[in-house]
């Protein structure tokens, strides 16, 4: 079947390190993709990972283990706009219908 | 500017009164897809289409019909709704094979069926 698994809710406080962790069971593998949605509006692409290990841009990285079903987003130097929730996604097949299946999000709060 | 436009953004309509949202990208993007998003449910995929006349079901087509006859536009049809269709629907976007495939994301539309 198909399961993505991270945190409901996180907070975190301006300026600091905070890392949202991601499990996924998929019946296929073909990249990991990390959305930020504010509040009532679109999800926005934050980062791809499809090989193990770390990408990095910015304030942003996203690490990937395919063996272990694990992801994680990290998120360095929070800011107050920060505060979003923050969806994994997994696509599990290669080809045209580049579906994703998406996890249920974590709402991250920054606080002053 | 690139973009994905939705309408309506808001909606609230009664049981069983058809209505259409359109769904248009100038992105020249082959790939666009329909998801709703429930609380506690996250993002599911209604309906995709992988070019012109090409569309397939996704995880929740149940009382829902698109059509793509058009690159850029792939409206939502809801033919008879129910309140159980009461959600926030994203049309997305992207370009196929070859890349990450990142989906672009319309504004949403918030629909409300009494």
């Known amino acids: 079947g198909q399961n993505i698994d991270q945190p409901t809710e996180m907070t975190a406080t301006e300026g600091a390190i905070v890392q949202i962790n991601c499990t996924y069971q998929?019946?296929?593998?073909?990249?990991l993709f990390w959305y930020q949605q504010h509040a009532g509006e679109a999800p926005t692409f934050l980062s791809y990972?499809?090989?193990?290990g770390l990408e990095e841009k910015g304030r942003f990285s996203s690490f990937l283990s395919r063996s272990k079903g694990y992801s994680y987003l990290l998120l360095k130097e929070l800011q107050m706009k920060d505060s979003a929730s923050y969806l994994c996604?997994?696509?599990?097949?290669?080809?045209?219908?580049?579906?994703?299946?998406f996890g249920t999000g974590t709402l991250l709060a920054v606080q002053p | 500017e690139a973009q994905v436009t939705q309408n309506p953004r808001y909606l609230i309509t009664v049981t069983g009164k058809k209505l259409t949202v359109t769904c248009s990208q100038n992105m020249n993007h082959e790939y666009m897809s329909w998801y709703r998003q429930d609380p506690g449910l996250g993002l599911r995929q209604i309906y995709y289409s992988m070019n012109v006349e090409v569309t397939d079901k996704g995880d929740v087509p149940e009382g829902y019909k698109v059509s793509r006859k058009e690159k850029r536009n792939f409206p939502l049809i809801l033919e008879s709704p129910s309140p159980n269709q009461t959600s926030l629907y994203f049309c997305?976007?992207?370009?196929?094979?070859?890349?990450?495939?990142?989906?672009?994301f319309g504004e949403g539309s918030r629909l409300t069926v009494l």
């Open positions: 990972n499809v090989l193990d």
């Open positions: 997305a976007s992207s370009l196929w094979a070859g890349n990450t495939g990142e989906l672009f």
């Open positions: 996604a997994v696509r599990e097949s290669g080809g045209a219908t580049n579906k994703l299946i």
């Open positions: 998929t019946s296929g593998f073909n990249g």
